[in-house]
């Protein structure tokens, strides 16, 4: 896996914040996006009762199975013996991630460990707390949607060029999601991404 | 057919392998961590896209038997539920194995190593094991999906209900697959007569244990689910003197991790990693070769030792049962990678360590009803006991208001237990106040009330009456009237149970209404210490604010910190409303107009009437 795939063709994303926040959400318009660029997906999230209000990560790994040479699904089992490419794990170790997207402060102490050393945290937080922090919540409520502080993070996150995709991606699934909050989704998005100087 | 490829949840992979494979009735009781399964097949029936038959039972006892019926009349049929539930349906699940199926039946267990969201760690296949099944533990949604068509074939081959196994990081993860559009098929039933098997009597019985005890001899010799080589590379380098007779064993989830970890510590080309499909029953050549070849083999399950225990060779065989592989927790990467590096002779590894302090605990939202409910429980039932149940209002024991936890319906039994167990005690009896959810009382709260009521039992019981079953997502319960494809049927009312069972004082109140019910609380109260008193019911009536089906009643009540906030912080520690933020003493509390639902049931709880409506 690691020896087959170029960090550019990989990436590990960990999604940490409070139940409610919307790290579901956040995690699955990743996925979306990656699948969207013909990359695969293997992710794990939290459910039940870690959700009222507990501290919430989802583990996303992304790869693009063509840059080896490949476009066969990964089993954990390879047929031939050889090693399968990609990832077959749906856990990042600790160490491993290459960016941590922390929707809350408190997410850098509860699972900053998984943050690769030479990775990236993107942090929402009132005051400065490392190169990548954005005061999204503060943002977002400047917009009139409180509730949308974690797409102001991401949008801030691709802006950022921390991210596997640009904007432009995440924006057209966004945008194909829908729903009754696709325009303040966008909003926030938007908010995030301009914040980055983009 | 058209083919696209879609990110499936673990648990939407599963639901898509059943009609895929035309099984015609799927049966289930909502738990974490397996309620995606119906969850995601009742969606598709009010859409009106599937004929199957597709139920949210009252529990999995129940939802075990519908379905095994539907096997018996010749149908693919399925039934999930989580490990716990498992239990409750344990006595038709050691019956099912003696009468075997017709229809292939597949009982889709899910197991929460960890745990994350159950009160047990237990594994699902020492259950199969007991009760002499065939059990199949996939490690990705793909195989989740994928095996469920040979595990049909496996179930109707040898007549014999197929557990399959799949773990939370297989039913909460989500992975890219192809998908395809393909017509649903349909069987027609046939129940055939046998009363030797359907209705055997013990000596029968004894007839049915042979012939299931042949099947599973043979079962672990068929083909379709034998243990694989992963790395075939490794054997051809088996020879090199530091691999030499040393193999690992692994199985379900905790196999794909290894197969990333194995690469990362160079020991893919080194190290012959085995996958075993089917942990029982283990194939006994499996187990003869694996003896023959190896001096050392380690053994990776989650949870417990079930394929280790089979490989009868306590020298060679290291896992659980030798202590190098923790009995309790997660197998997480991370763990993993310590015994592969112990196991491989390794330098141990250096990493990042998780913070040694407790994270943020989960709490009822803001605004729930639960809360306001066990506050007044707290107040009327002063230095109470208070069993508590299964639910979203387990949280209750954040607030001081939920002494017991055990499983589903106990806590109307162990009220009733407790009840005796300080009846004769010197001083006076504590009193009693016991909490169920809705959904939980229908499920297993019904027989423990009547026998609290015929055994004299006194306590007040309340039931938490939220109109759904919110803890795992906001599937309906028996007083929703509608079935899933949308037929209006009786509604069965919890007030008319409750009667029915013999309890002769009960009153319905809303939680919100906060002095309302707690003068209820002091009658029901009342009414287990009078004379001719006995137990009293009292159901706290308020829609969950998550459940977007249920319509609210309330006006949201604006509240503001009125001048006399003294920052006591009885509202943020004793009430803990997510809304209510604590800014340290002497100051004056702040609202977080973000989270606020506007219940206003803070205003009755402060003592110092310092919160107001604006």
New interface residues.
């Given amino acids: 896996?690691?020896?087959q795939l170029t960090q550019q063709a990989r990436q590990q994303i960990a999604v940490s914040g409070?139940?409610?926040q919307g790290v579901l959400f956040v995690t699955?318009l990743l996925?979306?996006t990656a699948?969207h660029l013909g990359w695969?997906?293997?992710?794990?999230?939290?459910?039940?009762?870690?959700?009222?209000?507990?501290?919430v990560i989802s583990h996303l790994k992304v790869w693009d199975p063509r840059a080896a040479g490949s476009t066969a699904?990964?089993?954990?089992?390879?047929a031939?013996?050889?090693?399968?490419v990609g990832?077959?794990?749906?856990?990042?170790?600790?160490?491993q991630a290459d960016v941590l997207l922390a929707l809350h402060p408190?997410a850098l102490?509860?699972h900053?460990?998984?943050?690769n050393?030479k990775g990236t945290a993107i942090v929402n937080a009132p005051t400065a707390n490392g190169p990548y922090t954005i005061d999204a919540d503060r943002i977002a409520?400047e917009i009139g949607h409180?509730?949308a502080a974690n797409l102001v993070l991401l949008g801030f996150a691709a802006g950022v060029g921390a991210l596997f995709c640009t904007a432009e991606p995440l924006r057209e699934i966004l945008d194909a999601l829908g729903g009754p909050r696709r325009d303040v989704n966008r909003q926030a998005f938007q908010a995030g991404l301009s914040r980055a100087g983009r | 057919m058209s083919k696209r490829r879609e990110i499936l949840l673990g648990n939407e992979a599963i639901a898509r392998g059943l009609v895929e494979t035309g099984c015609t009735m799927t049966t289930s009781y909502p738990g974490t961590p397996a309620s995606e399964i119906v969850g995601t097949l009742a969606k598709w029936k009010r859409q009106g896209r599937i004929a199957m038959h597709v139920e949210w039972s009252i529990n999995e006892k129940v939802a075990f038997e519908v379905a095994l019926a539907n096997s018996y009349a010749g149908r693919r049929s399925a039934v999930s539920m989580k490990q716990v539930g498992l239990n409750v349906a344990s006595d038709p699940l050691m019956s099912a194995a003696y009468t075997g199926v017709a229809g292939g039946f597949l009982v889709v267990v899910a197991d929460d190593p960890g745990p994350h969201s159950s009160q047990t760690e237990q594994d699902s296949r020492f259950s199969a094991m007991g009760a002499l099944l065939p059990v199949l533990d996939p490690a990705d949604p793909r195989e989740a999906r994928d095996w469920i068509r040979p595990a049909f074939e496996l179930s109707e081959r040898y007549q014999v209900p197929v557990l399959l196994r799949p773990t939370t990081r297989v039913c909460h993860a989500r992975q890219d697959l192809e998908v395809a559009d393909g017509a649903e098929s349909e069987s027609a039933a046939q129940f055939k007569k046998d009363p030797a098997r359907w209705a055997a009597t013990p000596k029968f019985r004894f007839l049915l244990h042979q012939q299931l005890n042949d099947k599973i001899r043979r079962i672990a010799l068929d083909p379709s689910f034998q243990p694989t080589l992963t790395n075939a590379g490794a054997l051809a380098e088996a020879g090199s003197e530091r691999a030499r007779g040393a193999c690992v064993v692994a199985s379900g989830v905790v196999h794909a991790h290894a197969v990333e970890l194995m690469q990362e510590l160079g020991l893919w080309e080194t190290l012959p990693l085995f996958r075993v499909r089917q942990p029982y029953p283990l194939s006994p050549t499996f187990r003869d070769r694996l003896l023959a070849d190896y001096d050392r083999v380690l053994v990776l399950e989650e949870t417990y030792p079930v394929i280790e225990w089979q490989l009868q060779d306590r020298t060679r065989v290291q896992g659980r049962t030798t202590g190098l592989v923790p009995n309790a927790g997660e197998l997480l990467p991370e763990v993993l990678e310590d015994l592969l590096r112990t196991f491989a002779d390794l330098p141990a590894a250096v990493r990042p360590q998780p913070p040694t302090a407790p994270g943020r605990r989960p709490t009822l939202c803001a605004g729930c009803p639960h809360r306001a409910a066990f506050h007044a429980i707290k107040k009327v039932f002063r230095k109470g006991i208070y069993p508590g149940d299964i639910g979203c209002y387990t949280l209750g024991l954040n607030l001081g208001a939920v002494d017991t936890v055990l499983c589903m319906g106990a806590s109307i039994s162990q009220a009733t237990g407790f009840y005796f167990a300080h009846r004769k005690a010197a001083e006076a009896a504590p009193p009693i106040a016991a909490t169920i959810g809705d959904s939980t009382f229908y499920h297993a709260g019904i027989p423990a009330l009547i026998n609290a009521v015929v055994q004299g039992a006194r306590f007040v019981l309340v039931v938490l009456d939220n109109g759904t079953t919110a803890m795992t997502g906001h599937q309906p319960t028996p007083a929703g009237g509608i079935s899933l494809d949308g037929r209006p049927v009786p509604k069965v009312l919890i007030e008319d149970l409750v009667r029915a069972c013999g309890v002769k004082h009960l009153a319905v109140g809303d939680p919100y209404r906060y002095r309302e019910f707690t003068a209820l609380l002091h009658a029901a109260k009342a009414h287990t210490q009078a004379d001719d008193g006995g137990i009293a019911v009292v159901i706290a009536r308020r829609p969950c604010l998550m459940d977007r089906a249920q319509t609210s009643d309330w006006q949201a009540v604006q509240v503001r910190v009125g001048p006399d906030c003294q920052g006591c912080g009885i509202c943020t520690s004793q009430f803990e409303c997510p809304a209510l933020e604590d800014r340290g003493k002497d100051q004056p509390i702040r609202i977080d107009p973000g989270l606020c639902s506007g219940c206003g049931v803070c205003i009755e709880i402060c003592p110092h009437h310092a919160l107001e409506v604006q």
């Fill in positions: 896996m690691s020896q409070i139940g409610g699955k996925a979306e699948v695969s997906v293997l992710l794990s999230e939290t459910h039940g009762m870690a959700q009222r209000g507990g501290n699904p990964t089993t954990s089992t390879a031939n013996g050889k090693p399968p990832f077959t794990s749906p856990l990042i170790r600790a160490g408190e102490t509860t900053g460990f998984y943050l050393p409520a409180a509730i």
